[in-house]
């Protein structure tokens, strides 16, 4: 189901229901018209082999097309994806050698100067993709102060998401329960110190503090897979750093494969703040807008559980957790 008619589908079930207060429904069909003309564009970088392409199927799905690369010169060297209201550009960082260097940074640079029809930054949130299996992250951080901070306005440092990929790998693999799909503790103290050494790096070298996290986009090949790690994690904080009321647009463009977001006690967690999320956004205002919201000792009162059942029945098991 793609995201229309998962939005459609919502609003149906919203209409049709009986014991629904009249002002809470038309508030929140109001919000789901909202949310169906919100527009989010990310842009993904990082060095060649970091994992932006592997990052972006297992976050979005397969039906991930490409549209826009090498004809157009605004866009020529950066890959531009559309998914629904979710526009992904995907875009080399540096390290690819002083003449591409140049041209990759300006790309990003006209990008990130680039204004929406309300004159707004056209790029909503940055995610900065570091290899896992790498130890310099040199090019990475350059890219970050020279271009990305910069040009994206220091106010707006908390659209940056650093996230470092390939942490099955960074150790050569050594420490990676592939039984479990996680880290043993020691990969994870190796995975911890390097969050806070990269860290304390951004921070010197911007003066911005950017705290990464890590993750395994995984891989399909014919005889041999891994599965996404810490994926429903980073969906979360992508989340957390575009714009509040933009959220839904990218949730609801998430990969419907459950698989891929995980079991664990961890991934349950994120799952279930993401869920709140595109919760709250169907939500928000009813509370004010009845008196349902007050009259019900409920964290979410009626009109929330009502809206936590449609919203698990409809985006399905992924989201499931209010129905
Ligand atoms: N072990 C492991 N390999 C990964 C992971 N993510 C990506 N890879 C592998 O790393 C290689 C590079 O991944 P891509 O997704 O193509 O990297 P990219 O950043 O898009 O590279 P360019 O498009 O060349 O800039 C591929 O062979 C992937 O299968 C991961 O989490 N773990
Ligand atoms: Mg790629």
New binding site residues.
């Given amino acids: 189901m793609n995201d229309v008619n998962k939005l459609n589908e919502i609003e149906k079930q919203i209409r049709e229901n009986a014991s629904l207060h009249e002002a809470d429904k038309i508030q929140m069909l109001k919000n789901i018209q909202k949310m169906r003309n919100q527009k989010v564009n990310m842009l993904i970088t990082?060095?060649?082999?970091?994992?932006?392409?592997?990052?972006i199927n297992a976050l979005f799905g397969k039906q991930v097309t490409r549209v826009g690369m090498g004809v157009d010169p605004e866009t020529m060297d950066i890959d531009k994806y559309i998914l629904g209201g979710l526009t992904i550009w995907?875009s080399?960082g540096l390290g690819d050698g002083i003449e591409n260097d140049k041209r990759h940074s300006q790309k990003i640079i006209d990008l990130l100067q680039q204004t929406d029809e309300n004159g707004e930054a056209l790029i909503d949130m940055v995610l900065l993709?570091l290899d896992g299996s790498q130890k310099d992250y040199g090019t990475s951080y350059e890219l970050l102060t020279k271009v990305l901070i910069p040009y994206l306005g220091k106010q707006r440092k908390d659209r940056i998401l650093v996230a470092i990929?390939?942490?099955?790998?960074a150790k050569k693999g050594r420490g990676w329960d592939s039984e479990m799909n996680q880290p043993t503790p020691a990969l994870i103290d190796f995975l911890d110190q390097k969050v806070i050494s990269t860290q304390s790096r951004i921070n010197q070298s911007t003066g911005v503090d950017i705290e990464p996290i890590y993750?395994?986009?995984?891989?399909q090949?014919e005889s041999d897979r891994?599965q996404?790690?810490n994926l429903s994690k980073l969906l979360y904080f992508i989340i957390k750093h575009t714009p509040k009321n933009k959220a839904a647009t990218v949730i609801l463009e998430s990969n419907p494969e459950q698989e891929m977001w995980g079991e664990r006690e961890e991934d349950k967690k994120y799952q279930e703040k993401i869920s709140k999320n595109m919760f709250g956004q169907v939500l928000n205002g009813v509370q004010q807008g009845s008196q349902l919201g007050g009259r019900i000792g409920r964290r979410f009162g009626f009109a929330g559980e009502v809206a936590g059942s449609v919203i698990g029945g409809v985006i399905g098991g992924f989201f499931g957790l209010f129905s």
């Fill in positions: 990082g060095v060649t082999g970091s994992g932006k392409s592997s990052t995907d080399p993709i990929n390939q942490a099955d790998q993750y395994s986009a995984g891989y090949e891994l996404p790690y």
